[in-house]
């Protein structure tokens, strides 16, 4: 069925230095590919997204790239600050249902001091 | 404040109880959705509504039901209770359905004893 896998599921990364996190899809149709940070207490936030006829997109320290012929996405966040640590979650739009949108499990981000 | 309101905030709740989940958007936004939020699960689509006077059913849909009376409002129930709904549910909107940024309320906190 539809599916989204995300790892890992726990990043710790030292303040300064990048983290990625990767993505797969399983639904070829799949055309829309958002990205959500979730801070401690709160819903989710959309920080960037990205469609299927564009390879990368990038806003100041955040990145996304998409691989349509493998089904994979990522996000890299550059030049870490401790503001970046929260739970980080991609989704893909699905098919032909018009409102579905599948999330991955999550990855929990901590910037080390 | 332009936004999504969720009431209530927590509950707790006895097996078997009826309970109705409330949120309102201000923004005028044509789609709906409410989500669940389990540890390593993710978010996963319960119900959404494209429209006001439609809904459709999500991921995981049994043992909840919404109504879309109007635009502003979204409220999930749940009619007879089970500790498997046990769960943080938010409710989200986007102007439009499909391939648009959503916008997550704050989270229902719900425990089913």
């Known amino acids: 069925g539809e599916n989204v896998e995300q790892h890992p599921s726990t990043l710790s990364v030292q303040e300064g230095d990048s983290a990625v996190i990767k993505c797969t899809y399983s639904d070829s149709a799949s055309n829309y590919f958002p990205w959500y940070k979730q801070e401690l207490g709160k819903g989710p936030q959309l920080i960037i997204d990205i469609r299927s006829n564009v390879g990368e997109k990038k806003d100041q320290r955040i990145a996304v790239t998409l691989n349509k012929t493998a089904k994979h996405f990522s996000l890299h966040i550059t030049e870490t600050q401790p503001e970046d640590s929260a739970v980080y979650f991609c989704a893909a739009s699905m098919g032909s249902s018009a409102s579905k949108i599948i999330f991955g499990s999550g990855t929990r981000l901590s910037i080390r001091p | 404040i332009a936004g999504i309101t969720q009431a209530p905030t927590s509950q707790i709740l006895a097996a078997g109880r009826r309970m109705t989940l409330r949120c309102t958007q201000d923004?005028?936004?044509?789609?709906m959705y409410w989500y669940r939020q389990d540890l390593g699960l993710g978010l996963r689509l319960i119900h959404y509504?494209?429209?006001?006077?439609?809904?459709g059913k999500g991921e995981v849909p049994d043992g909840y039901s919404v109504s879309r009376a109007n635009t502003d409002d979204f409220p999930l129930t749940l009619a007879s209770a089970v500790p498997s709904q046990t769960s943080v549910y938010f409710c989200?909107?986007?102007?439009?359905?499909?391939?648009?940024?959503?916008?997550f309320g704050p989270g229902t906190r719900l425990t089913v004893l």
């Open positions: 509504s494209n429209t006001a006077g439609t809904t």
């Open positions: 989200a909107s986007s102007r439009v359905p499909r391939d648009q940024e959503q916008f």
């Open positions: 923004m005028r936004h044509n789609a």
